[in-house]
């Protein structure tokens, strides 16, 4: 199949609906080009980071904290006025926390920001977080994720009970009709490998599981970062909704600039049964995708996770 990409989103407050710009529509290699090379990322205060580690005091490592917090490496909990929680300040904390991340992503874990570290940081991502509790100031809150081998699974293994079997999906008003099918195949590539079925219902608000494409801060409290940063995010069984980040450039298949619908989806559809991350890079699991990037098949680790989840 042809590459197409899908135009940025305007979202109309009014009643809810999402009305695209145009449809879906394959750029001329100097657009692709043109797109790549204008491109910025929320992400991209790491670069001044680079080579940073503890005793630094340099403006941005606020941010990099806030990053450790979102994905899951540092949290400060109920502590918000601890010594260093809103300075510039990369104390042991932070270094502990870099270590966390390196540690996951299996990179050398020095606790300094280096190379390859910053380079995976700087890759756009899944906007759920990798785990909670890997680094906590606070330990009177409960882990949220707990990890088996490579896979994990969300707090208190939710999952979908045995009724729910066959669930059905919709996608939001206003969806352009060359981005369902996408969509519809990653679900077909899920049901293929457990024992889930899944089926198109013609109104979104009666689906089980609801797709749509949002900006910024959408209500959940999960808030859109704006093209390079979080592509999209889901919830664990049984509150069935992926949102997908509108402000990204979308296509149909592999396009330099671009993100694939179908490769998104089938990370987030994981997110609805009740995987959390992996840690291996070829896994659909893996928070992290670049563009031009298409994954298309269940690695065996997402299968053994979705299979174990549900033998628990």
């Given at each position: 199949?042809?590459?197409?990409?899908?135009?940025?989103?305007?979202?109309?407050?009014?009643?809810?609906?999402?009305?695209?710009?145009?449809?879906?529509?394959?750029?001329?290699?100097?657009?692709?080009?043109?797109h790549?090379?204008?491109?910025?990322?929320?992400?991209?205060?790491?670069e001044h980071?680079?080579?940073?580690?503890?005793?630094?005091?340099?403006?941005?490592?606020?941010?990099?904290?806030?990053?450790?917090?979102?994905f899951?490496?540092?949290?400060?909990?109920?502590?918000?006025?601890?010594?260093?929680?809103?300075?510039?300040?990369?104390?042991?904390?932070?270094e502990?926390?870099?270590?966390d991340?390196?540690?996951?992503?299996?990179?050398?874990?020095?606790?300094?920001?280096?190379?390859?570290?910053?380079?995976?940081?700087?890759?756009?991502?899944?906007?759920?977080?990798?785990?909670?509790?890997?680094?906590?100031?606070?330990?009177?809150?409960?882990?949220h994720?707990?990890?088996?081998?490579?896979?994990?699974?969300?707090?208190?293994?939710?999952?979908?009970?045995p009724?729910?079997?066959?669930?059905?999906?919709?996608?939001?008003?206003?969806?352009?009709?060359?981005?369902?099918?996408?969509?519809?195949?990653?679900?077909?590539?899920?049901?293929?490998?457990?024992?889930?079925?899944?089926?198109?219902?013609?109104?979104?608000?009666?689906?089980?599981?609801?797709?749509?494409?949002?900006?910024?801060?959408?209500?959940?409290?999960?808030?859109?970062?704006?093209?390079?940063?979080?592509?999209?995010?889901?919830?664990?069984?049984t509150?069935?909704?992926?949102?997908?980040?509108?402000?990204?450039?979308?296509?149909?298949?592999?396009?330099?600039?671009?993100?694939?619908?179908?490769?998104?989806?089938?990370?987030?559809?994981?997110?609805?049964?009740?995987?959390?991350?992996?840690?291996?890079?070829?896994?659909?699991?893996?928070?992290?995708?670049?563009?031009?990037?298409?994954?298309?098949?269940?690695?065996?680790?997402?299968?053994?996770?979705?299979?174990?989840?549900?033998?628990?």
């Amino acid at each position: 199949m042809a590459s197409k990409t899908l135009p940025p989103f305007t979202i109309l407050t009014l009643n809810l609906l999402f009305i695209p710009l145009s449809l879906l529509s394959c750029p001329t290699s100097s657009e692709s080009q043109s797109h790549t090379n204008s491109s910025s990322s929320p992400f991209e205060f790491l670069e001044h980071l680079k080579g940073s580690h503890k005793g630094d005091h340099i403006q941005g490592i606020h941010d990099l904290k806030l990053y450790l917090e979102k994905f899951g490496y540092l949290s400060y909990g109920n502590d918000k006025n601890h010594t260093h929680a809103d300075d510039d300040d990369f104390d042991d904390v932070v270094e502990s926390a870099v270590k966390d991340y390196q540690h996951y992503y299996h990179l050398r874990a020095t606790g300094t920001l280096d190379g390859k570290t910053v380079s995976k940081m700087m890759t756009p991502r899944c906007g759920v977080p990798d785990h909670i509790g890997v680094h906590k100031i606070d330990n009177s809150k409960k882990d949220h994720i707990n990890e088996v081998s490579h896979y994990s699974f969300f707090s208190k293994k939710q999952k979908w009970p045995p009724a729910k079997y066959q669930l059905t999906y919709a996608f939001a008003p206003g969806t352009p009709s060359e981005a369902k099918s996408p969509v519809a195949q990653a679900f077909q590539t899920w049901a293929a490998s457990t024992h889930f079925k899944f089926r198109r219902h013609k109104d979104y608000k009666k689906a089980d599981i609801k797709i749509s494409f949002e900006q910024g801060d959408h209500g959940d409290g999960s808030s859109f970062d704006g093209a390079g940063g979080i592509l999209a995010h889901a919830y664990a069984p049984t509150y069935g909704k992926v949102h997908y980040d509108a402000d990204e450039p979308w296509s149909v298949g592999a396009l330099e600039g671009y993100y694939d619908l179908e490769t998104v989806a089938l990370h987030e559809i994981g997110h609805l049964l009740g995987l959390a991350h992996s840690s291996v890079e070829g896994a659909i699991m893996y928070p992290y995708i670049s563009s031009g990037v298409t994954k298309l098949d269940l690695h065996h680790d997402d299968i053994h996770g979705i299979r174990a989840l549900y033998k628990s």
